[in-house]
Structures are given as structure tokens and as C-alpha cells.
């Protein structure tokens, strides 16, 4: 695998459910990010992990639960949705404090849809 | 804070006509730049960037943009669309230093034959 990578592509859930999306990364970079992409609001970022560590929440609901176990690995745990959480979910990564600007990386996301 | 604006959510152009997409910024010091395409049910991809240096980028695809800081704006063209080009770019912007991405609300780009 190259990039970023992300599972499931699909899902469906019922709000009472509770399952997690997966990102992994394969370039070697330090930082990774959730962002969600609705039909009709620009493009929102979610959390920012730094070397493991949370760098950022920007008011996200608590039913959203990110996990970083390791720089490559990011996952964002789900329960209790409501519809209006239903959108793209993507995942980028970019390295840490990079000379060159913040080129983000991004994953081919996740189409949630919650019942 | 930052914040980045497109004009035009929808822009329309024929097959091997220009494409111009607008962007503006606000910043107080020049910023990083960049412009993201979306296909249809796929993530976003660079299309290019500007950093330091000309600013007149090349990218991707035939795109280019130019940072013209007078105006705040890193305009993105083709000169010739082809109907590959359909789908949804984002411009985007980071200050130097910082982490995190601006991203302006999009726009489709519908190629007609």
C-alpha cells in the first residue's frame, strides 16, 4: 500500500451503533488529521494528532473519539450518530514542521451514512 | 483568523475553453498556497503549491496559478479545459510555521462538450 489509506469506504450505521474508521499512512509523516466533508459546508477539520498526541479538537461532539496508537495509524471511533453526521470522512497526514509548506496528504475517505 | 474565499461555488466553461477559478485570501504576512482537486468519491489531491520563490506555479494537469500579493489572490487556470478536469477544487492556506490548513467552500468545476 502507498499514501493513505482508508477503511472502510462505505458504511451504514443506526444511531445506536458504535464502529470505528481506520486510517493508516505509509509516507513516513508525523502529523495526521480527521477532517468531515458534508454536502453543503466547506471542509471541516475535526482533530489534529502531532507524534501520537492531540494537537487540536475543534468542538468536536463527544460521540467522536479519535485514536492515534502511532504516527501511522489513526482511527476515529463512532457511537450514538445522529443523521446529521452522515458525510465524507477523510484522513490526511503531512510531516511535522516541513521547511516547504503544509502539503497535506489525503485518503480516499470514508461515506458514513447514519439511519 | 485566516479565511479563504472562492467565487463561485459552480463554474461552467466548454471543452478547450479557459478555466479560471478564483481564490482570495486573507493574510497579514504571505502565506502557503495550495489548490486541491476532488474527483467524484475520491479524496482531495495536490494539484500544486506555492511556497517561496516565482509565483507563477505550475502543476499538475496543465493547471497553473500565480500568487499576486497586491491582491491577495492565487487565481487557478488551464487554458484549455478537457472534460477529465470535471470535478471539485479547493484552495487552501497555511501560514508559514503553522500546521494547520484554511480550505475555501469549493468549486465545481462542469466541463460542457
Known amino acids: 500500500e502507498t499514501g493513505v489509506t482508508q477503511t472502510p469506504r462505505h458504511l451504514v450505521m443506526g444511531m445506536t451503533n458504535k464502529k470505528s474508521l481506520k486510517c493508516e499512512q505509509h509516507l513516513g509523516h508525523n502529523a495526521m488529521y480527521w477532517y468531515k466533508q458534508s454536502a453543503k459546508k466547506p471542509l471541516e477539520l475535526m482533530f489534529v494528532?502531532?507524534?501520537?498526541?492531540?494537537?487540536e479538537n475543534n468542538s468536536v461532539p463527544s460521540r467522536f473519539s479519535p485514536e492515534c496508537p502511532n504516527s501511522s495509524h489513526l482511527f476515529l471511533h463512532l457511537h450514538t450518530l445522529q443523521p446529521e453526521d452522515s458525510a465524507l470522512y477523510l484522513c490526511?497526514?503531512?510531516?511535522?514542521?516541513?521547511?516547504?509548506?503544509?502539503?497535506?496528504?489525503f485518503g480516499p475517505g470514508t461515506r458514513l451514512t447514519v439511519l | 483568523a485566516q479565511s479563504v474565499t472562492q467565487l463561485g461555488s459552480h463554474v461552467s466553461v466548454s471543452e478547450g475553453a479557459l478555466v479560471l477559478l478564483r481564490c482570495n485570501y486573507s493574510s497579514s504576512v504571505p502565506p502557503y498556497l495550495f489548490w486541491y482537486v476532488q474527483y467524484p468519491n475520491q479524496g482531495l489531491q495536490l494539484l500544486l503549491k506555492?511556497?517561496?520563490?516565482?509565483?507563477l506555479v505550475k502543476g499538475i494537469n496543465g493547471f497553473e496559478a500565480e500568487f499576486k500579493k497586491s491582491e491577495t489572490s492565487f487565481h487557478l487556470t488551464k487554458p484549455s479545459a478537457h472534460m477529465s478536469d470535471a470535478a471539485e477544487y479547493f484552495c487552501a492556506v497555511s501560514e508559514k510555521g503553522a500546521q494547520k490548513l484554511v480550505f475555501g467552500q469549493g468549486t465545481r468545476l462542469t466541463i460542457n462538450p
Open positions: 490526511a497526514s503531512s510531516p511535522w514542521g516541513g521547511p516547504l509548506g503544509n502539503e497535506q496528504f
Open positions: 494528532y502531532n507524534f501520537k498526541e492531540q494537537t
Open positions: 506555492y511556497t517561496t520563490g516565482a509565483t
